[in-house]
């Protein structure tokens, strides 16, 4: 079978592996569709992950082999599953806070997202592993990881009617997020980011403001929205640190800063601290996705509560991965979610 293996930074060959075994709890699917996720990228970059390794984790693929004690899914089911489970007995299980949990990191599917077939065992089968219906197309249902992990993030923001958030970033996830926060019941939702396309597709979507910091002040703008009060809840959904202070001087008082984005180790950032006391605001970090956010997901794209039509806009051949990458990151690039098909 085809599968694009990362041998070192940057380096990307398509292969022919063997077809994965499976055990009688597990199955083995064919991937239709896998998301291109800036998590990929950057371990596909950096040096984060030990090599050679297949990625891709936003995957939906039909059962071809079931093992013989799989009885809750059959063969041709469209399936969409996740990369790792939780404990659920552990330190960090017990307070809930799964995606830390020991174990978390260390299970995955065989070999990964992005090969012909592909082992989902049986942990990942009974907890993350949920079939599709036939409303949502493979492209769609590769979101599904997406959007679920930006709901883990805005369960923390407790978004109420009336309140005003701020999603800094208007990637694939910032966008997300700007629909979630809309079907949260937020009253305003205003969007920040440098690329006009991007800004652009954030409106069509439901945005109510968008404000390219290439051209504006972002303080005056978001003073003007919110009359001087700040914004209730601000999700950084932008790898970069400094928009940390940024969302201090911004977030309104008792407000919540969701920090979605990961950042580069030992990135030190100036704050003024006097307003967690005096205005009681939080900063809250969120990473990854737990197994009781696919369910919401699912139900939210089956419902077509969210438009996504507008924010896949690429299709690239599992042999073209090192291209797709080339393409999502070039910043002159009109582009928001790239998925990868077995072939086109
Ligand atoms: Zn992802
Ligand atoms: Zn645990």
């Known amino acids: ?26 199955v083995l699917i064919k991937m239709l569709a896998c998301g291109l996720c800036g998590t990929d990228i950057q371990k596909i970059r950096g040096d984060s992950v030990n090599k050679p390794t297949v990625l891709g ?17 059959e063969l ?37 997202g992005f090969a012909q077939f592909i082992r989902i065992p049986e942990l990942h089968l009974k ?12 492209e769609e249902a590769t979101l599904i990881e997406p959007i679920a992990c930006c709901l883990h993030g805005l369960k923390q ?38 690329s006009e396309f991007k800004l652009q597709t954030a409106l069509k979507v439901g945005c109510d403001y968008a404000i390219n910091i290439a051209e504006k002040n972002i303080f005056e703008e978001v003073n003007k929205i919110t009359h001087g009060q700040g914004v ?41 601290a006097s307003r967690f006391f005096k205005d009681e605001i939080s900063i809250i970090g969120t990473y990854s996705v737990t197994p009781y956010e696919f369910p919401e997901a699912l139900d939210l794209l089956e419902k077509k509560k969210l438009n996504t039509q507008e924010m896949i806009t690429h299709v690239f051949p599992l042999d073209k991965l090192s291209e797709a990458i080339d393409l999502s990151t070039d910043p002159k690039q009109s582009v928001l979610k790239v998925v990868i098909k077995t072939e086109l």
Request: proline share 3%; net charge negative.
């Open 127 to 138: 907890h993350l592993t949920h079939k599709v219906s036939d409303s949502v197309t493979d």
């Open 157 to 194: 923001a407790d978004i109420r009617p009336n309140d005003s958030v701020l999603i800094m970033g208007a990637g694939t996830i910032g966008i997300l997020h700007a629909q979630l926060a809309k079907i949260k019941g937020a009253n305003k939702v205003i969007i920040s980011d440098m």
């Open 232 to 272: 209730d809840v601000i999700v950084i959904a932008a790898g970069v640190s400094s928009l940390v202070s940024d969302a201090i001087n911004l977030v309104r008082r008792a407000g919540k800063i969701i920090v979605f984005s990961g950042f580069d180790k030992n990135k030190m950032v100036n704050i003024d």
């Open 76 to 112: 041709g089911d469209r399936v969409i599953t996740a990369i790792h489970v939780p404990c659920f007995t552990c330190h960090y299980c017990n307070k809930g806070h799964y995606t830390i949990c020991e174990q978390f990191r260390t299970n995955n599917i065989d070999p990964g």
């Open 1 to 26: 079978m085809k599968a694009s293996v990362c041998y070192k930074q940057n380096d990307l060959r398509t292969e022919d592996l063997p077809i994965p075994d499976i055990s009688d709890n597990e």
């Open 57 to 73: 984790h936003e995957v939906v693929g039909e059962i071809v082999k079931k093992g013989q004690n799989v009885d809750r899914f």
